[in-house]
């Protein structure tokens, strides 16, 4: 594609951008290909040589004629299954579960030879659920890999704008440089992929965070004591600056630490740190 920004210009077109010339050229027949690249140039900070304006402009009749691509597109998208009543089923399967579980192309196979055990019984064909059958499933359904947004299903959006309000209000009484944000990372195993085949874009829910624990090395999670020591090391290296310290609402991060100084801890509110920290 061609950027749009200004001052920023390309030298590929995309089939749509050819299109679009062949129209252009099309409804200005007096154009040269001169003013053609002036044309992209302005409208798409687009250069390109004459030779491939020449070469566009060659093959005019397949880019207006869009309605028969259409047709054919249409086509071959309805290309009618094979076992219709099997595709149904699996795929009212996926649209049930595919907000709450990530689901994967193995799944998708499995439930569809499961499936054709169930309906056709009697079906001596062997019919083979590969690959290329996933592809044409998908295809057929609008299904394709999105991934999903961490814990944003989770959060109420209303009552975090609500929020948000007096989390603005804490954090403009101190200058900005004086304003931190912490956060931490561990080896969560039981978590699920961040990626899961689906019809539209999802969102996603508070997730399995136990942690896989090492005896050989006690500093690779997030404990109350390490947080304990590392806040009161903070405090010491500010000597006298007062400072925000941001922090989100883990069990391993104790409220009730005294006799800080030169630090205020700020607790973000459950379950919206996917929305709102930094």
Known sequence: MASHLKGVAKSTMSEQIRKELCEYKRDNPASTQKDLQRWLEGKFQLKVSQGTISNTLKRSNDYLSAEIEKG??????????????????????????????????????????????????????????????????????????????????????????QKLVSIREKIDQFPMKDVFNMDETGLFYRLQVDHSLATKQLEGRKQDKERLTYRANKKAWMTSVLFDEYVRSFDQMMHGRRVLLVVDNCPAHPRNIEGLRNVELFFLPPNMTSKIQP
Do not use: C
Not at 115 to 122: A, I, S
């Open 72 to 161: 054919r597109a249409e086509i071959k998208r309805h290309k009618p299954a094979k076992y219709p009543d099997m595709e149904k089923v699996v795929y009212e399967w996926f649209l049930q579960h595919q907000e709450r579980v990530n689901i994967t192309g193995e799944l998708i196979l499995q439930k569809a030879r499961d499936t054709m055990k169930l309906l056709y019984p009697h079906d001596d064909s062997d019919f083979n659920f590969s690959t290329g059958w996933l592809g044409k499933f998908k295809h057929r359904h609008g299904i394709k890999s999105f991934r999903r947004f961490v814990e944003s299903g989770s959060v109420d959006v209303q009552d975090m704008e």
